[in-house]
């Protein structure tokens, strides 16, 4: 089974702070995602990426960037945190073939006081 | 652009008896469709998927979805409810082509009684 790791499990960061999350992934997948949760608005889109180096905005970048510099290993970077970045992110994994599967990170539960 | 939408944000079931959570989606094309559930301060666990071929689709725990093209609707079924089951369901989609992000619906906590 494919491991998606997330690097923190809780996170509290100042105001202004920049802060990184890590995902690392043990299966070779090319495609990586992050997303926020937030209660009543489901799953939302940060970033993903096709591959090294590779990047694209998902549906909400603003205030996020990423970094894929090794295949296995996606970052999500907040340059300077902010209190409405407070929430659960989660990292996805899925392999080429364009039916294959999602698998998710357990998650970081990311505080920003 | 696609979108999924669970019009239930609670559904409340007695052990034993049946369930259904609601899931509707807009997409250009045919669909990839997914159910996922989600434990307290855990990640996604994936239950089903719907790709091609026959519409009822089964998975795991005991749980099926019906793909109707029609009506744009995937609802997450099972025929006997645990309260174990008692958890937060997500329903998603995208596009067969295109961007591979998968866009989620806001979510179904389901709330089984003993």
């Known amino acids: 089974d494919v491991k998606v790791t997330q690097s923190s499990r809780y996170l509290v960061k100042r105001t202004g702070e920049k802060v990184f999350l890590e995902c690392v992934q043990d299966?070779?997948?090319?495609?990586m995602f992050w997303y926020r949760q937030d209660p009543g608005l489901g799953l939302r889109l940060i970033y993903f990426?096709?591959?090294?180096?590779?990047?694209e905005k998902g549906d909400i970048p603003e205030g996020y960037s990423v970094s894929r510099e090794k295949k296995e290993r996606f970052s999500l970077i907040l340059e300077s945190a902010s209190t409405n970045q407070t929430s659960m992110y989660l990292c996805a994994t899925q392999g080429a073939a364009a039916n294959y599967g999602y698998t998710f990170g357990s998650g970081t539960r990311l505080t920003v006081v | 652009a696609q979108s999924v939408a669970q019009p239930e944000d609670q559904v409340n079931v007695a052990e034993g008896n049946p369930l259904t959570v609601k899931c509707t989606y807009s997409v250009s094309g045919n669909p990839y469709l997914f159910w996922y559930v989600q434990y307290p301060n855990r990640g996604l666990q994936f239950l089903l998927k719907y790709i091609t071929g026959d519409n009822l689709v089964k998975g795991s725990y005991g749980f099926e979805a019906e793909f109707n093209k029609s009506q744009t609707s995937f609802h997450l079924k099972k025929p006997s409810a645990l309260v174990s089951d008692s958890a937060l369901y997500f329903c998603a989609v995208r596009e067969r082509t295109g961007r591979r992000a998968l866009t989620f619906g806001s979510g179904t906590r389901l709330q089984v009684q003993p």
């Open positions: 990426s096709y591959d090294v180096k590779m990047k």
């Open positions: 299966m070779d997948h090319e495609n």
